[in-house]
């Protein structure tokens, strides 16, 4: 089992940055990809970023954060991050970090753990 707690979330203005992180506990050696998603109201949950735990530098993103969301992991304390540089109202979810054993999935049945979320709330 894997717990997975994020952090961060909040009020910001567009063209702003916020960082949230993902801390995860219990069996992590068993994951070897995490991922944000991001559940906005009156749409489904979309992927947003995922990165490989082996090898650590391989990530993916959706087309929509790319070049302004950057992916990050920091193996020893267990933790996800996710950088959001230049934040859109269109920005504005719930965002949700998971883990799984897949490689880099992009859809929700490719992670089997799932954190409370965090919102995360953009003004224009």
């Known amino acids: 089992q894997v717990h997975l707690v994020e952090s961060g979330g909040g009020l910001v203005q567009a063209g702003d940055s916020l960082r949230l992180s993902c801390k995860a506990s219990?069996?992590?050696?068993?994951?070897?990809?995490m991922g944000w998603f991001r559940h906005a109201p009156g749409k489904e949950r979309e992927f947003v970023a995922a990165?490989?735990?082996?090898?650590?530098?391989?990530?993916k993103y959706a087309e929509s954060v790319k070049g302004r969301f950057t992916i990050s992991r920091d193996n020893a304390k267990n933790t996800l991050y996710l950088q959001m540089n230049n934040v859109k109202p269109e920005d504005t979810a719930a965002y949700y970090c998971?883990?799984?054993?897949?490689?880099?999935?992009?859809?929700?049945?490719?992670?089997?753990?799932w954190g409370q979320g965090t919102q995360v709330t953009v003004s224009s």
């Open positions: 998971a883990a799984g054993s897949g490689i880099l999935g992009t859809v929700e049945r490719d992670y089997a753990y």
């Open positions: 219990g069996r992590t050696d068993d994951n070897s990809a």
């Open positions: 990165i490989a735990v082996i090898p650590w530098s391989v990530t």
